[in-house]
């Protein structure tokens, strides 16, 4: 089976070291970065499906973890823990407005990193499993099945695949060849109209629901209610 990848962000070294032996230990695959910039070209350097989880320090030189935060919210809904050398209310409050999933003040158990690690993989992969249930759009993974208001909808392979990672990427802008990629893969030697016929279907089947699929001039798409 393969590991599932966590990129740790820390300009520290010595703590980047005992966070990488804990997680692998449990058996993940690690990344590292030193800084905010380095972090966004590891993850824009992966295939950003494959990153299941960001540790992310606040503090850091060139770009701190707030500013790489907003960059990455843009593109992903990956889950993010941060960590900070103080326990500060205001902080902890930005870091949930803008999207973090867990807060985590230096010094910490790296045991109980490790533990709020799994317990976050643990509930997404749970969600992902089970389905989707999302303003009247009802999805079951497992049996491939999309009920709108409990009436069952025909969808192709693609369109279920399309609409599925829609779903994974709620609130995020999505460019074509994004999609094009996660969808499809890198070795389909398509263009954007596949997209836009893809998305045009979809949204005609999901009939009112298809407004939740917004087009996003001179980018892509973003599903949002």
Known sequence: MEKLKILVVDDESRMRMLV???L???GYEVLEASDGEAALEVFFQ???SDISLIILDVMMPKLDGWETLKE???YSNVPIIMLTAKADERDELLGFELGVDEYISKPFSPKILVARVNAIIRRISKSQEEGYHVGGIDVDIAA???EIDGNIIDLSYKEFELLVYFLMNQGVAL???KILNNVW?????GDA???DTHVKKLRAKLGEKGEYIRTIWGLGYKFEI
């Open 24 to 26: 692998k230990r449990d």
């Open 175 to 177: 460019s074509r060849e």
């Open 20 to 22: 990488k032996d804990f």
């Open 144 to 146: 491939h099945e999309v």
């Open 193 to 195: 109209r596949t997209i």
């Open 72 to 74: 990455i919210r843009r």
């Open 46 to 48: 992966q295939e950003q």
């Open 185 to 189: 893969d890198y070795d389909y030697f």
